[in-house]
């Protein structure tokens, strides 16, 4: 599953719509950060195809995955141009498969790249 995720955030670098194509089931539900949340396969790539056409990601690092049973945790850092903004957040992603290998639910999490220490270090 590991390979499968690394996969896919390669994807969104390299703009490669055939690997997303391949490795998300027909009736994905996929929830982003921030809110919007697309059903099914064509809704992705339409999300996916309008994205690129503004921005671009710039890197996409996993830090740690965690796999159990037919999920997959994985902690990343990410950081894309979008509409002439360059912007980096750390986040984690939660992937269940379906029983093909495919991903049927994705969701996203982001947290503030940028840490302080109000009480010192």
Known sequence: MTEIIQKYFQAWIEVDLRTVKEIFSDDIIYSECYGP???????????????????????????????????????????????????????????????NGKIVFLREFQSKAEHYYPYGE
């Open 37 to 99: 949340e697309y059903h099914g396969l064509p809704q992705m790539i339409q999300w996916f195809e309008e994205w690129n056409n503004k921005g671009r990601v710039l890197e996409w690092t996993i830090k740690q995955t965690i796999e159990h049973n037919k999920t997959i945790i994985a902690e990343w850092y990410f950081k894309c141009n979008y509409e002439g903004n360059t912007d980096g957040f750390d986040g984690v992603t939660i992937a269940d498969f379906d029983n």
